[in-house]
T-cell receptor
Framework: DTAVSQTPKYLVTQMGNDKSIKCEQNLGHDTMYWYKQDSKKFLKIMFSYNNKELIINETVPNRFSPKSPDKAHLNLHINSLELGDSAVYFC??????????FGSGTRLTVV | AQSVTQPDIHITVSEGASLELRCNYSYGATPYLFWYVQSPGQGLQLLLKYFSGDTLVQGIKGFEAEFKRSQSSFNLRKPSVHWSDAAEYFCAVGAGTSYDKVIFGPGTSLSVIP
């Protein structure tokens, strides 16, 4: 039973489209995150939710909008996709900051 | 500013040899320190963490790390590397609450020669 699952695993789309990535965790963790990993493997936090409340909102374009319907789910919607949005997006969850459990990632390719 | 450096971008070792991956951090408060491993095409997996207490921590897969406050370092070690250890390794630093960001280092890519 996958602890943190995100879908889809791969996403290829054209510039200007809108797309969503979904994430679910069954660990009972109170905090969920979105990280972006670029082509050089650098990981940067984008958003964090604690019990459905947005607590970290890094400097990302407002085309990116997270949504947490409940504490087990955190989705990421991206409007008007650009070439520079191509990356691997990771969802993660944690209890306090005792270490993250990551999903397997969504590789987004914008063409 | 909070930061994590991993001085070695890429390391190659022979199978059976010992391994040490370096990590230095800059953090204003008492740090929570982590090492993660990422195999190709996979998400990151937590190897070990340090919060307090014994400065030598044991993790999964035979890894250990030592926290040295005076050197702001948290180096990862393994006495005998296996071919399956080839992966990307990330050091990370944060604090104890969910409201604090965890900052990841740039990663060290490990290759293992059979």
């Amino acid at each position: 039973d996958t602890a943190v699952s995100q879908t889809p695993k791969y996403l290829v789309t054209q510039m200007g489209n809108d797309k969503s990535i979904k994430c679910e965790q069954n660990l009972g963790h109170d905090t969920m995150y979105w990280y972006k990993q670029d082509s050089k493997k650098f990981l940067k936090i984008m958003f964090s939710y604690n019990n459905k409340e947005l607590i970290i909102n890094e400097t990302v374009p407002n085309r990116f909008s997270p949504k947490s319907p409940d504490k087990a789910h955190l989705n990421l919607h991206i409007n008007s996709l650009e070439l520079g949005d191509s990356a691997v997006y990771f969802c993660a969850s944690s209890h306090l900051n005792y270490g993250y459990t990551f999903g397997s990632g969504t590789r987004l390719t914008v063409v | 500013a909070q930061s994590v450096t991993q001085p070695d971008i890429h390391i190659t070792v022979s199978e059976g040899a010992s391994l040490e991956l370096r990590c230095n951090y800059s953090y204003g408060a008492t740090p929570y320190l982590f090492w993660y491993v990422q195999s190709p095409g996979q998400g990151l997996q937590l190897l070990l963490k340090y919060f307090s207490g014994d400065t030598l921590v044991q993790g999964i897969k035979g890894f250990e790390a030592e926290f040295k406050r005076s050197q702001s370092s948290f180096n990862l070690r393994k006495p005998s590397v296996h071919w399956s250890d080839a992966a990307e390794y990330f050091c990370a630093v944060g604090a104890g609450t969910s409201y604090d960001k965890v900052i990841f280092g740039p990663g060290t890519s490990l290759s293992v020669i059979p």
